[in-house]
């Protein structure tokens, strides 16, 4: 059965020990950036081609004048069937793969082969705005679910270095069912709290505000109503006949 994650967001502290973890596992360069004065420490501003994993801040004041700090980890959310990956194999077969044992959707070198074009399709296609390619090297990237780590036994680098117990990885019906007790329980604190898009990707966000308030991509809008054909049609690529094997 694929993997899952639970990141549990009530219990992020925006440490940044997954974002810092990831790095390191993945050996990607220090971004040059600096902290901007528009009241957040979000840094870098946006995921890039050296930041598989972002720790986003929102704050606001609530109905009751009481100031609320959102974290929102952002990642790649490993669609269960990844429109990114349907996208790609549209122009690059094999640029996308999609790991069955373990749930993870993996970017490859022939992601370099991709035209401007292609790539904005691809990136157009994925609902949480997740695809970044190195201007320089011309290669797509993004989280990898620590795909070595799983399959070695291991958990992914940045659940290890969760100090909290807000991020949570194993096999998906555990985390769907420790999803729904933490629910529960955080309900009775924050009665809007919800899973997002749960049925529909194996990165599993348990949020206890509104999702506006966490980003603009936290909620898939297209997810579950609009299906893959809806998708590479709203994207602009010809797929008449593609994919009349899937359901």
Request: aromatic residues 8%; glycine residues 6%.
């Amino acid at each position: 059965m694929p993997k899952s994650f639970l990141i549990d967001t009530s219990r992020c502290t925006a440490c940044r020990g997954c974002q810092i973890a990831c790095k390191e596992w993945h050996g990607l360069p220090a971004n040059k950036t600096k902290q901007y004065g528009w009241g957040s420490h979000q840094n870098p501003q946006d995921l890039n081609p050296n930041n598989y994993k972002l720790v986003r801040f929102t704050e606001r004041l609530d109905e009751n004048g009481v100031v609320r700090w959102n974290f929102f980890p952002d990642q790649c959310r490993h669609c269960v069937e990844p429109p990114c990956k349907d996208m790609a194999d549209t122009v690059v077969e094999g640029a996308i793969l999609h790991d069955k044992e373990t749930g993870a959707v993996l970017y490859t070198d022939k992601t370099r082969l991709l035209s401007e074009d292609d790539f904005a399709s691809v990136r157009d296609a994925c609902p949480y705005n997740i695809p970044r390619r190195d201007p320089e090297t011309g290669l797509v990237s993004k989280c990898t679910m620590c795909n070595d780590r799983v399959h070695a036994g291991m958990l992914p680098a940045c659940v290890k270095s969760c100090p909290t117990g807000a991020m949570n990885f194993g096999e998906r019906d555990e985390m769907l069912t420790l999803a729904n007790r933490r629910l529960a329980k955080v309900r009775k604190t924050f009665p809007e709290a919800m899973l997002v898009d749960p049925a529909d990707v194996n990165v599993i966000y348990l949020i206890a505000d509104k999702p506006e308030f966490f980003g603009e991509y936290v909620v898939a809008e297209n997810a579950p109503s609009m299906g893959r054909r809806q998708l590479l049609a709203k994207a602009g690529r010809p797929f008449q006949g593609l994919f009349d094997h899937l359901t």
